[in-house]
Structures are given as structure tokens and as C-alpha cells.
């Protein structure tokens, strides 16, 4: 098959998920739409190699993960504090929810970009524990310490987060009690 075509697929599969992950990680539609590109530009360049592994999509991340990493490094910048309280959106009030989405990935902006990496390729891309430690190339336990602290530090920004959905599954990686 002609790489190209592999790559146009690729891109036509998995743009939309690289989007959102790259979206809770640098907090801005402009931004995101910005790292997906180029993410998606170095993945291009090296498409032969990429779809030759056996997990092109984690390499992908990899990459998206790295460039992220870069630029929050660069142009670190103070997240202005937002109020949050704790009220859950009413069932069916769209706007409530939006405001929800908006309180939770202003407080993902407040993680340590290590934890808020580990959250996003967890809650955003269903990565187990083993997977998220191959992609950032860390130890499982480490995967989980960053985890559970940074969702300590989510809890403590939102407390409504504190309490799990009624829909609440576990996720494929993690044991249940």
C-alpha cells in the first residue's frame, strides 16, 4: 500500500483524538490546533519508519507528548485562578456542562505538565498504566504516582470531581477494590 495513503488514513482516524488530547494539554483551541499540525508534520516526515512499529499511534502521541512538553517549557505562563464551585450541571443544561468542561481543563492547566500528561493520555486516550509508561517512557509506578496526585490536586481545585458519576466504569489498566 502506497505510504501516503497509509499516512492520509492515519491522519483521517486519528486527528480528531490527537486533537482533543493536545486541546487538554495546552488549554487553547488555537494551540491545539497548532500542536496537532505539527505533530502531525514530523509524523509525516517519518511515516515509512512510524507505520512499520508495531504502535504507530503511541509513537504519534510520543511525539504530540514531546512538543507539548517543549513548548510549556518555553512559554510557561500563570493560569488566572478561576472559581469553580460545586455544583454539577443539571441534567440536560448544555451550558452548565460546557462550564464544567471549561473548570476542568482550566484546572488541568494547573497540573505539573507530567501529571497533566498522565491524566490526558488516561482519561482522554483510555491508555492503561503499562501503555502510558511506554509512551512517556517512565515506570508504571511512577505512571500511578503522577496519577494519583494529580487527581488529588484536580479534587482539591473542583471538589464536585470528588464524587464519581453513577456511570463511573473502571478503566482498562487500573484494579477495582
Not at 16 to 29: D, E, I, M, N, W
Not at 91 to 109: E, H, I, K, T, W
Not at 132 to 158: F, N, W
Amino acid at each position: 500500500m502506497d505510504p501516503g495513503t497509509d499516512f492520509d488514513s492515519f491522519v483521517a482516524t486519528r486527528s480528531r483524538a490527537l486533537f482533543r488530547g493536545a486541546l487538554v494539554l495546552t488549554g487553547s483551541r488555537e494551540a491545539a490546533e497548532d500542536l496537532v499540525q505539527e505533530t502531525l508534520e514530523r509524523a509525516c516526515g517519518r511515516w515509512r519508519a512510524i507505520a512499520a512499529m508495531d504502535a504507530p499511534d503511541a509513537y504519534v502521541r510520543r511525539i504530540m507528548v514531546n512538543l507539548a512538553n517543549n513548548r510549556w517549557k518555553r512559554f510557561r505562563r500563570v493560569v488566572p485562578q478561576h472559581d469553580a464551585g460545586d455544583d454539577r450541571p443539571a441534567p440536560g443544561d448544555d451550558y452548565g456542562r460546557v462550564d464544567s468542561r471549561d473548570q476542568l481543563v482550566r484546572a488541568l492547566q494547573r497540573l505539573p505538565i507530567g501529571m497533566r500528561t498522565v491524566v490526558v493520555l488516561r482519561y482522554f486516550h483510555d491508555l492503561s498504566d503499562a501503555e502510558i509508561a511506554e509512551d512517556l517512557r517512565i515506570s508504571p509506578s511512577a505512571v500511578r504516582s503522577q496519577l494519583t496526585r494529580g487527581l488529588e490536586k484536580l479534587r482539591a481545585q473542583i471538589p464536585a470531581l470528588s464524587e464519581p458519576p453513577s456511570s463511573a466504569r473502571p478503566r482498562k489498566g487500573t484494579q477495582t477494590r
